[in-house]
């Protein structure tokens, strides 16, 4: 499944302007964000630390004004602890950001 980053390379271009090295920082280190974020909610088992990744993915999608990754975390918010299907969007939405697979 593919999304939509217009507005997170958009973001990310404006903050880093022209510099190449920059922007190559910026992804690093939201891919980097979103695969420990991702870990932890794949590893929680109870609706608090389930609600808390969640929130945690929430808080880093709207840093970067990642909508897409916003519409997930509000999905996994509403889902149970463990939800297969949360995950492997969340998979296909990095794997999409970082042209790697899952």
Known sequence: MLYEN??????LAAAAGDDAVLMAELRGAFAGSLARQLDLLKRSRCDGNWDVAAMRLKGLAASFHAVELIVLADEALASAPGEPTVIRKMEA???DF???PA
Do not use: E, R, V
């Open 6 to 11: 217009g507005a997170l390379d958009a973001n």
């Open 93 to 95: 939405f990095l794997s």
């Open 98 to 100: 970082t042209g790697q």
